[in-house]
């Protein structure tokens, strides 16, 4: 009898579960089948990933960025992968751009906008004493002004539509001060700030607002010359470069997080793609820290000076193997003038 009974609750039980979601399944929970979402940062390295992860998981895309030729790709990719996609380039630091953005948005998706995903920004900052008010006004307009125009104009539709998601990249810059980053930090914990606040304000309304925090992700990162170095590179030998450099890279995180290896922009897309389904729909003023463990688990600290010299070790064999590159793999024919300037 109890045994029966106990059946008869946890079939009860799952039915519930089941008529809320409409499935249990995780690819049915973890998708974005007909989602229609506007995207920003989408012919970046995170960016044109997230694009492709949500076409290929049934999402209809609004795709923007600056770079024209990057996102006509990227659009191109998505129509490929069988989604519904569409590319408007814009700048995020007019507002005027951001109100056309939006209003493109909305005409191309019947005016029922289901997601937005800022992932468009600044990847670094440069010391305090090497910025300038031009600097200051670029990271807060690129990053958190665009965010706030956005979000703006969308936020009436997803109200009258009774529900919504937001997600905003931020990173874990925005947590903890690491590095001489000021703006940058700065300007991601802005957007931290914005997203809590804008979870309490809509939640009312069924909209959800999270972030993501990413820490190290393999991409091009002006922080790191071996990056930048890439691009001075020439084609033909870009590729087996930069698998050495990524491997170096790989090298580098094992001595800075617990995970070890760099992150990729699929693990920050798949983190965007459950904030945005049915699976997170309890989830709202969360950050999801993607980082390999580096801002919770304090490994350098804890790991001491000892790690702290193998770690710029590790720094100095990716500088010795782009320095004895052979002069002919550079597009100028000779090692570029900052590498001699920082590292003589
Ligand atoms: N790569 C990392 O390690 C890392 C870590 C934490 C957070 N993030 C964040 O993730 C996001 C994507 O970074 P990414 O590594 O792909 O860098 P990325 O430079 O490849 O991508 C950023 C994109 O934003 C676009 N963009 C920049 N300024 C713009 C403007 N004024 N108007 C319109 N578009 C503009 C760029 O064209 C680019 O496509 C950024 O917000 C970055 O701060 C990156």
């Avoid at 670029?138 to 998601?165: C, D, E, I, Y």
């Amino acid at each position: 009898m109890v045994q029966w009974w106990l059946d008869f609750a946890i079939k009860r039980r799952e039915k519930k579960l089941n008529d809320a979601f409409g499935s249990l399944q995780a690819g049915d929970v973890f998708s974005a089948r007909g989602r229609r979402v506007l995207l920003t940062g989408a012919a970046g390295h995170i960016g044109s990933v997230i694009a492709k992860v949500f076409a290929l998981n049934g999402a209809e895309m609004f795709l923007t960025d600056i770079n024209q030729a990057g996102l006509d790709e990227v659009c191109a990719e998505c129509a490929a992968a069988g989604a519904k996609a569409r590319a408007h380039a814009a700048d995020l630091r007019s507002t005027d751009a951001m109100k056309a953005l939006a209003q493109e948005t909305l005409a191309f998706f019947d005016n029922r906008v289901d997601a937005l995903i800022h992932c468009g920004g600044l990847t670094w900052s440069y010391p305090m004493l090497h910025e300038d008010d031009e600097a200051f006004d670029r990271h807060f307009q690129t990053s958190v002004r665009s965010f706030w125009n956005l979000a703006r104009a969308l936020l009436p539709s997803m109200k009258a539509a009774g529900g919504g998601s937001i997600t905003v990249i931020a990173s874990t810059h925005g947590h903890r001060a690491d590095g001489a980053c000021a703006l940058y930090a700065a300007s991601k914990a802005a957007l931290l700030s914005m997203t809590g606040t804008l979870a309490g304000e809509f939640g009312a309304d069924g909209i959800r607002v999270n972030s993501v925090s990413p820490g190290w992700i393999l991409g091009y990162k002006p922080k790191y010359y071996w990056d930048r170095a890439l691009d001075l590179i020439k084609p033909e030998f870009r590729a087996e470069a930069a698998e050495k450099v990524a491997g170096h890279q790989d090298e580098l995180a094992k001595l800075i997080q617990t995970l070890p290896r760099v992150g990729r922009p699929e693990d920050v897309a798949m983190a965007c793609l459950y904030l945005t389904s049915d699976a997170a729909r309890f989830v709202t003023g969360a950050d999801i820290v993607l980082d390999g463990g580096k801002t919770r688990v304090q490994f350098e600290s804890r790991a001491g000076i000892a790690q702290m010299r193998r770690r710029y070790e590790a720094e100095d064999a990716t500088h010795q193997y782009l320095h004895n590159l052979p002069l002919e793999y550079w597009l100028a024919g000779e090692l570029p003038p900052w590498h001699h300037k920082r590292h003589k």
